[in-house]
T-cell receptor
Framework: KAGVTQTPRYLIKTRGQQVTLSCSPI?????VSWYQQTPGQGLQFLFEYFSETQRNKGNFPGRFSGRQFSNSRSEMNVSTLELGDSALYLC??????????????FGEGSRLTVL | SQQGEEDPQALSIQEGENATMNCSYKTSINNLQWYRQNSGRGLVHLILIRSNEREKHSGRLRVTLDTSKKSSSLLITASRAADTASYFC???????????FGSGTRLQVQP
């Protein structure tokens, strides 16, 4: 079974631009969560999508948004990039259905550098 | 959702020694999970312990859970250089909301 795939793996943007990151979950997984990891703030939860609906949301400004498609693939978008948005963005998938244990399967991440 | 707080922040040991990391959390949980992250990579799920379990083993890993103290520990026995990584605990609250992570314990195993 293929793992969680994130694209692109690395990207460089300049301040003010926007970026879209993609995540393909493990087949059969309906929940996709996004995390931002920085040296200063650690691993922070952005949001979780389940069956195309945002189910949980972290404490990030509205510049950070996401969506999930009917095939469970997910994208996250960051608009008007700031230097502080430089981070490793991690996507994780899980079954997401009732009775699940919450075990997450992570992708390798997308490393965003904002200049 | 709640996050665990790992202790110590950093740990350096020699190969062959045991490594113990601790985790504290605040509210009632459904289960508690431990993850490992090699530098710059994604997190890997190590082990899950349910709230009604006190101890669990997986290979060289031993996890304990004390719900009365709201704490857990991860023991890695006979450590290897390949165990060098950051380790995170993630309590899943009874509402099964999103998993959140603390700052982790950075383990360095010297060969």
């Amino acid at each position: 079974k293929a793992g969680v795939t994130q694209t692109p793996r690395y990207l460089i943007k300049t301040r003010g631009q926007q970026v879209t990151l993609s995540c393909s979950p493990i087949s059969g997984h309906r929940s996709v969560s996004w995390y931002q990891q920085t040296p200063g703030q650690g691993l922070q939860f952005l949001f979780e999508y389940f069956s195309e609906t945002q189910r949980n949301k972290g404490n990030f400004p509205g510049r950070f948004s996401g969506r999930q498609f009917s095939n469970s693939r997910s994208e996250m978008n960051v608009s008007t990039l700031e230097l502080g948005d430089s981070a490793l963005y991690l996507c994780a998938s899980s079954l997401g259905t009732s009775g699940y244990t919450g075990e997450l399967f992570f992708g390798e991440g997308s490393r965003l550098t904002v200049l | 959702s709640q996050q665990g707080e790992e202790d110590p922040q950093a740990l350096s040991i020699q190969e062959g020694e045991n490594a113990t990391m601790n985790c504290s959390y605040k509210t009632s949980i459904n289960n508690l999970q431990w993850y490992r992250q090699n530098s710059g990579r994604g997190l890997v799920h190590l082990i899950l312990i349910r709230s009604n379990e006190r101890e669990k083993h997986s290979g060289r890993l031993r996890v304990t859970l004390d719900t009365s103290k709201k704490s857990s520990s991860l023991l890695i026995t006979a450590s290897r250089a390949a165990d060098t990584a950051s380790y995170f605990c993630a309590p899943l609250d009874t509402g099964r909301r999103a998993l959140t992570f603390g700052s982790g314990t950075r383990l360095q195993v010297q060969p």
